[in-house]
T-cell receptor, first 113, second 117 residues
């Protein structure tokens, strides 16, 4: 059973526009969330994170929003650039319980020049 | 630091053969994780170690899969016998202790792509 779900396998966006990647989770015990980015033939790399005590975290062009009541988070990329084209994984953890990071299935983002 | 190093990068084998994937974590990292990436399930956690001791192997799909960490700088994931449905990319990752945050993240290797014919 997938505890972290990314229902959009792919997304295509024009360069300069906003990219919005979505993630839903089922486990209410999750209280820390992360986004990882993965280029072909490379391992995933950490992008941005958010604690459940916050509803927004921003880092340059990347912003993550968390809606705990809806068990939903999203990653916004503004403006999108061709170099952002990659697979984005959402991940969650029960903080303090284990170091067990649960990942979603990923969303392939294609930014068109 | 060279990061997390995995070998081989690509492995093609025939059904029934034994497969061994290797990983060298980042020096000083207390935790080591094995993940498998498939289209259907994304990144699945197979097993993880803390200070060379297996902590949680509930993600290991079958008894055909086994993992060891004989010392702090080396781990193996073995599949015996291999089956076509084991075809996937296998990632090793390592981290410091204390949970994940912006200051402490899970660092992945480049992965081992396994194809079982």
């Amino acid at each position: 059973d997938q505890q972290v779900k990314q229902n959009s396998p792919s997304l295509s966006v024009q360069e300069g526009r906003i990219s919005i990647l979505n993630c839903d989770y089922t486990n209410s015990m999750f209280d820390y969330f992360l986004w990882y980015k993965k280029y072909p033939a490379e391992g995933p790399t950490f992008l941005i994170s958010i604690s459940s005590i916050k509803d927004k975290n921003e880092d340059g062009r990347f912003t993550v929003f968390l809606n705990k009541s809806a068990k939903h988070l999203s990653l916004h990329i503004v403006p999108s650039q061709p170099g952002d084209s990659a697979v984005y994984f959402c991940a969650a953890i029960e903080d303090g319980a284990t170091n067990k990071l649960i990942f979603g299935t990923g969303t392939l983002l294609a930014v068109q020049p | 630091d060279a990061g997390v190093i995995q070998s081989p990068r690509h492995e093609v084998t025939e059904m029934g053969q034994e497969v061994t994937l290797r990983c060298k974590p980042i020096s000083g990292h207390d935790y080591l994780f094995w993940y498998r990436q498939t289209m259907m399930r994304g990144l699945e956690l197979l097993i993880y170690f803390n200070n060379n001791v297996p902590i949680d192997d509930s993600g290991m799909p079958e008894d055909r899969f086994s993992a060891k960490m004989p010392n702090a700088s080396f781990s193996t994931l073995k599949i015996q016998p291999s089956e076509p449905r084991d075809s996937a990319v296998y990632f090793c990752a390592s981290s410091l202790a204390g949970g994940f945050s912006g200051a402490n993240v899970l660092t992945f290797g480049a992965g081992s792509r396994l194809t079982v014919l």
